[in-house]
């Protein structure tokens, strides 16, 4: 794509909770940009950063040796600050005062309904990069980070089955998903769980006992049960509560993952997600495209206006909640 003659210098920062894939991204868009004659500046601690115009300037040894580490070589935050108009206006000086044309924003739904009413006050361009273990943003198939954590979960599935069949236990293993139920139904897919409990689904506690109860009857030397951390029955204790009153006696393990789903080497689907979302957010600039977020659908590249991006759930259809009924118990 033509570069337009307006566009000289961009800001790149990564917004919310961290993610495995960040650093890859990170790359991507400074390679770009400097191969394209620009000049890039990183935002450090996201929007904060943005707020007291903590930039360093970046070029292409700035990211060598990264593609394989976790975390965000430019940190992150949580900004209550920029929710503020007198912070967006602050932010808003700093880019100004440092001749910043466009800024890449890689972040998750929340980073980007602050870029929405950013953009709505100030001229400035923004192009959204997609990133979230739960995979919860509309506009895309599969976000930045997602591919690791279910793969990092579903290792910790594995290794807790040998201990569960050893000694003939329940194992309760509580992933990440507040909301949604990906990494869940992911993860207890591939790892064989007998059961999958998840916020977009009801009900899933009294099915529990039932599905428990035809393993056992089935001389199962192990139960593995797999609980989103934002299921209505509670999570892990919860869950171990209620075997424990139907099972008394029965040894039942909790395993709660939390963080470790959000570190590690990104695995080589999220390296490369990564390098084709940061290479397509500048070429996007370049080409004069703004306030749009990235993603990747049917495996081809596309946009989402930001006014449109929002939270979206796990679409439980009929076929997928027969399929799970019929390869988990």
Known sequence: MKKTGKLKKIAVLTSGGDAPGLNACIRAVVRTAVFNGLTVMGVRKGFEGLIAGDFVSMNASSVSGIIHSGGTLLQSSRSERFKTKAGRKKAFEQITKANIDAVILIGGDGSFEGAKTFTKEYEIPFIGIPKTIDNDISGTDICIGYDTALNTAMQAIDKIR????????????????????????????????????????????????????????????????????????????????????????????????????????PTAADRILASKFGYGAVEALLSGKRNSMIGIKKNEICFTPLAKVKKQHLAVTGNLLKMITTLTG
């Open 162 to 265: 040998d201990t569960a069949q050893s000694h003939e236990r329940i194992f309760i293993v509580e992933v990440m998903g507040r909301d949604s139920g990906y990494i869940a139904y992911g993860a207890g897919l591939a790892g064989g769980a007998e059961a999958i409990l998840i916020p977009e689904t009801k009900a899933d506690a009294e099915n529990l006992l039932q599905v428990l109860k035809k393993g056992w009857k089935r001389d199962k030397s192990s139960l593995i049960v797999v609980v989103a951390e934002g299921d209505e029955s509670g999570g892990a204790g919860k869950v171990a509560e209620l075997i424990e009153k139907h099972n008394p006696g029965q040894y039942i393990g909790i395993c709660i993952l939390g963080h470790t789903q959000r570190g590690g080497s």
